[in-house]
């Protein structure tokens, strides 16, 4: 099926919905206002960028303003709960991440269903993470940094954005993998966790090529391995973690939704400008500088991702030990 046939049919089933709504509802012409998207991590980091790449492109197609708002703490269960417990009427929406799910798996209980109080609405971008370290430490490549956290457990150290972020579980996942215990010093987010290992605080980065690549590129990281399954393309050269233990991989992802509740021609309305703002050239290379690729989806399909996504990090949390959160 070609893209125009696909597209030519996704409009005429929303038309369709759109047809079945009451008269009061059908009479309007959603949205009538600014639209408010919330994120629960800090500026600067991967979700703000792209939330506010993707609010810029998604305004110009609904023609009503898309304002980015950070609520940041708890791994973004914060930003999250906010929305659950919003009015589902198309103005309140969520910028998820990996985290999502993560949480889900980790955390004894949430304020909120993560799977059904949420009107999932498309997954966003997907991309990988890069575990580096300071420009001076000694380790010079992945295998030795993994060797020297076997001969000192607990003592060589990994930073992430939170406790039951998904940088946390890489770390988590990589020193299970390797048969090494490794010291989690967790931060509340945007660009502290970068300064921590710069400074000689902490070991490892566990992050986003969005949050790495410019402190790589001016030689203040160094960069070991990236956890996607293949070389990634912003940096081609960069070993994978797969290298060095075979079967890592590591991709998370960015995702739209909103509360339960949120009307379907709604909700269906929103994935369409989620895909048509993904297809822009601009935002596509914009993607790509930040070391993601765009990955719209369907309203079912992200919610049976997020689903599966719960079912894979509650078995890295059994096997690595790590206790209820």
Known sequence: MTTAIATRRELLALAAAFALLP?????????????????????????????????????????????????SGAGGLIATDFVAKARPDGYNLAMLTGAHTVSAALRRKLPYDPVNDFAFVSTVTSFPFVIAVRAEHKARDLAELLA????????????????????????????????????????????????????GDVDILADTLTVATPHIQSGRL??????????????????????????????????????????????DLLAAQVRSALEAPTVVAALAALGSEPAPSSPARMKAMVEQEIRRWSEVVAKAGIPPQ
Do not use: C
């Not at 206002?33 to 980091?45: C, D, E, K, N, S």
């Not at 060589?156 to 390797?178: C, I, K, N």
């Open 148 to 199: 020297s956290a076997r001969q000192a457990p607990g003592q060589v150290s990994f930073t992430s954005v939170g406790v039951g972020s998904t940088q946390h579980m890489v770390g988590e996942l990589l020193g299970v993998s390797a048969g090494a215990k490794l010291l989690h010093v967790p931060y509340r987010g945007g660009g502290a966790p970068v300064q921590a290992v710069i400074g």
């Open 23 to 71: 008269p009061a509802r059908a009479q309007g012409a959603y949205p009538t206002r600014p639209l408010q998207l919330t994120h629960g991590f800090g500026a600067g980091g991967n979700a703000d960028i792209v939330s506010r790449l993707l609010a810029q492109k998604m305004q110009d197609g609904l023609g009503q303003p898309v304002v980015v708002e950070i609520k």
């Open 222 to 267: 160094r960069a070991l391995a990236v956890t996607s399954a293949q070389a990634w393309p912003s940096m081609p050269e960069l070993p994978t973690v797969a290298s060095v233990l075979p079967g890592f991989e590591i991709r998370s992802w960015l995702g739209l939704a909103a509360p339960r509740g949120t009307p379907g021609p709604v909700v």
